[in-house]
Nanobody, 122 residues
Framework: QVRLVESGGGSVQAGGSLKLSCLAS????????MGWFRQVLGKEREGVAN???????WYGDSVKGRFTISQDNAKNTLYLQMDSLKPEDTGMYYC????????????????WSPGTQVTVSS
């Protein structure tokens, strides 16, 4: 059974940093993509960043230059380093995994983490 568990959420002042981790277990994809998504209050869930098995990386426009996605395959862990945080980054953050190449479509990600709250105060 595939399981994704994040950690690292919390509260920080604007301009601060947080690092999210997502430990993945139970998957057997030879080729896969892992991504971070977030849901801000009053808005639909959106893609933040993703990374494919081929090393290709995508960032949403609102986080480019501030967030960095990475993964440690030996630890089966996905990371999201979030710097220069803004109040509009406040929301619930999720990691997700899909087989095959990366996609921007949420529906293609089969497995999701429970979510972790990130709160940025002004």
């Amino acid at each position: 059974q595939v399981r994704l568990v994040e950690s690292g959420g919390g509260s920080v002042q604007a301009g601060g940093s947080l690092k999210l981790s997502c430990l993945a277990s139970g998957y057997s994809y030879n080729n896969y993509c892992m991504g971070w998504f977030r849901q801000v209050l009053g808005k639909e869930r959106e893609g933040v960043a993703n990374i494919g098995g081929d090393g290709n990386i995508w960032y949403g426009d609102s986080v480019k230059g501030r967030f960095t996605i990475s993964q440690d395959n030996a630890k089966n862990t996905l990371y999201l380093q979030m710097d220069s945080l803004k109040p509009e980054d406040t929301g619930m953050y999720y990691c997700a995994i899909k087989g095959g190449y990366c996609s921007l479509l949420e529906i293609e990600y089969r497995y999701w983490s429970p979510g972790t709250q990130v709160t940025v105060s002004s």
